[in-house]
């Protein structure tokens, strides 16, 4: 805990360091001007043009064949790229090793992507994927929240960080067969505040989209406090 929390101050105080130290990209370890530098940025694989309109992975047909036999609540999701390579590694850099200081990249390739999901004017507030009060104090942070305020505040969208809450803390998704994932997330989210979101079109983000059982939990409850319809926009698509 205690040297999470030291390697989080050290990363919010890195312009300081930066005066001495130049950065260093967390996944090649080349010294360049960010912590995620332009070699690696570049190798990270985009979705191709041909996607399964519901759950956005690349798909020759309309649907996959996970979207033909499951029923998702949320209207469709969309993901910036695919989660492999550098991409996987700077988004672990993120969220297991608490190196907040790589949102700020992350978040670009969150804005680069999104024309392509074709949501802009579809959307009338952001709300990202919470995490239980229990994960906050062992990591410090919300890659979620971070990543989704970064984004907003260059697409000039407004977020809502006081609406969905982590009702129950759920065992990891990574570390969960897939069949097991929807019923690990069933009923672990919660809300308030429901006047926020009470006829509006909500894009709900996170940062990986595996099977789509935490996007399609979180829907159910924003559609249930009376939200028109809810989208998806993750960083990274597992494949």
Known sequence: MLERAIKSAGDAFSGLLDLIYPPHCLVC????????CKACIEDVIALGPRVCR???IECESALCGECRSREYVFEYA????????T????????????????????????????PETHLKNKVDLVIPIPVHHS????????????????????????????????????AHQVD????????NV?????????????????????????????????AKVLLGAGAVTVYGYT???SL
């Open 29 to 36: 370890g080349a010294v360049d001007t960010d912590y995620f």
């Open 87 to 114: 991409l996987r590694e700077a988004i672990h850099a993120l969220k297991y090793q608490y190196h907040l200081v790589i949102a700020d990249s992350l978040a670009g390739i969150f804005v680069r992507c999104f």
């Open 186 to 218: 069933e009923g672990s989210f919660g809300i308030r505040n429901v006047w926020k979101v009470a006829g509006k079109r909500v894009l709900v983000m996170d940062d990986v989209f595996t099977t789509g059982a935490t996007l399609n939990e979180a």
């Open 54 to 56: 519901k759950c956005g």
């Open 78 to 85: 969309r993901s910036a790229a695919i989660f492999e390579g």
């Open 235 to 237: 960083l990274a698509r």
């Open 135 to 170: 994960r906050m104090l062992e990591r410090g942070f919300n890659q979620s929240i971070e990543l989704a305020n970064r984004f907003c505040k260059r697409v000039s969208l407004p977020v809502e960080i006081d609406v969905l809450y982590k009702a129950k803390n759920t």
């Open 176 to 183: 969960l067969p897939y069949d097991l994932r929807a019923i």
